[in-house]
């Protein structure tokens, strides 16, 4: 009986360390796992053995280093077990060779966070990553797909360019403090993380081949709004933006920017594939707009617009036949240039345009004469050329400043003779013989004399 209960205590105590010893190796590994290489996608844990000291002085320095460069999982795991603000950059080098690379319990980089043609990183890992001071820069990272930072809070610009594969974000909500937003050749479908964004100085997205939809919430953009060579089914709502300095949109099969009041630089719409643009609250456009090569483009309103600063070029509409959506435009600051298949070209209230105007139509019926006609004897181009061609006739007058006409070079009435065909093909062989031998700067003077 003794022996028994003797052995039964032998036996206890094995199995109370045994438990304890489990229990403790638990505790470490749970210690470990933001210094390790997470299991993810089926990768092996890799235990990084701590064999390396510092005194604190010594982690307080690295700590306040103005730029680190990291190229081996032992260099991260070392400084995020020291570091959880960099109060500089952080590099990623181009030998970090891991597929996942974790920043562990970095909380806060002061500087930049850069990776700059890393082919190998296949997952960025950030668990705790709360702040970017400075710029997040992707280039040239060929194998990224995932970018993970769940707490991410503020970050001041993200550049993000030849990113091919990337298509998967998790950063923190209500990004705070972003400056300039730049995604070029990526895998994207989506930017519905920075859709809560509000003011931004640069909102530039580009050659995203699987975005098809950009919902945001921006309601001004103070330097340059430029979105182009996305997917062809891109639909771009922009419900809330109120006004922008430069804006840039191409290759779009929507556009609907129904709040958009300022424009303080210049419009570009350009080879678009939407067939509706209405902008109801437009009133200012402090540079030039342009509607340009836009095929499918039917129904267009500008009926609060008032003043364009700059010049007004529309050109190449296939299916746009009636320049009549503005209604109340007065001035133009600069020439203008319709070129396409219009049949009309009304602008009721438009009182003075401050340069040249160039108006070609291949419609049928289109009618130069209400261009050429002056009200109460003065011409709204102000101080250039006027040029109208339609239904295969031409006719030029020049005007100056005040509105008065200085010369007719062809009447109104146009001369289709055959003498003066003879005469403009014989100029334009003259002119061909003549820009074939003569550098640029000479071509242009010529062009401003003979054209």
């Not at 109370?16 to 993810?40: C, D, G, H, Q, T």
């Not at 570091?83 to 002061?110: A, V």
Request: glycine share 6%.
């Amino acid at each position: 009986m003794k022996l028994a209960l003797h052995w039964y205590f032998v036996l206890s105590l094995i199995l109370s360390a045994i438990v304890a010893y489990e229990n403790f190796v638990i505790m470490e590994e749970k210690k470990l796992l933001p210094f390790v290489k997470l299991v993810r996608d089926n990768y092996t844990v890799e235990l990084i053995p701590d064999d390396i000291t510092l005194t604190d002085e010594q982690t307080a320095d690295q700590c306040k280093e103005s730029s680190i460069t990291v190229n081996s999982p032992e260099e991260l795991f070392y400084l995020q077990r020291r570091c959880d603000i960099l109060e500089g950059n952080l590099i990623i080098g181009t030998d970090y060779q891991e597929r996942i690379m974790d920043l562990g319990f970095i909380k806060e980089i002061k500087g930049d966070l850069v990776l700059d043609g890393n082919a190998n990183i296949f997952r960025l890992i950030g668990e705790n990553l709360n702040t970017i001071g400075g710029t997040f820069t992707l280039r040239g990272t060929m194998s990224l797909v995932a970018i993970i930072f769940p707490v991410l809070r503020r970050i001041n610009i993200i550049d993000w360019q030849v990113v091919p594969v990337l298509d998967h974000l998790e950063l923190g909500s209500n990004l705070e403090g972003l400056q300039q937003l730049i995604i070029s050749d990526s895998s994207i479908s989506d930017l519905n993380v920075f859709k809560g964004v509000q003011e931004l100085d640069i909102f530039n997205i580009n050659n995203n081949r699987f975005l098809e939809i950009i919902n945001s919430d921006l309601k001004r953009v103070s330097k340059q709004l430029r979105i182009h060579a996305n997917a062809d089914e891109l639909v771009i709502n922009m419900s809330q933006l109120e006004s922008v300095d430069n804006i840039t949109i191409r290759d779009a099969a929507g556009i609907n920017l129904p709040e958009l009041t300022y424009v303080n630089s210049s419009m570009e719409i350009i080879e678009n594939f939407c067939s509706d643009l209405i902008l109801p609250k437009l009133k200012r456009i402090d540079g030039t707009l342009g509607i340009i090569g836009n095929p499918s483009l039917q129904n267009v309103s500008y009926q609060n617009l008032k003043v364009i600063q700059g010049g007004l070029m529309i050109a190449n509409n296939s299916e746009l036949t009636n320049l009549d959506f503005f209604p109340n435009l007065k001035q133009i600051g600069g020439a203008i240039h319709f070129d396409g298949n219009f049949i009309t070209a009304n602008m009721p209230k438009l009182k003075l345009v401050k340069g040249s105007a160039f108006i070609r139509s291949t419609a049928d019926y289109f009618d130069c004469k209400r261009w050429f006609t002056p009200v109460n004897g003065r011409a709204i181009v102000r101080g250039g050329k006027l040029k109208c061609i339609a239904n295969e006739r031409e006719s030029t007058i020049r005007i100056g400043d005040d509105g008065s006409l200085i010369d007719n070079d062809d009447s109104p009435e146009y001369d289709d003779s055959p003498e003066n065909k003879d005469r403009q093909e014989n100029s334009a062989m003259l002119r061909s013989k003549i820009c074939g031998l003569l550098p640029l700067t000479t071509l242009l003077s010529l062009y401003l004399i003979l054209f």
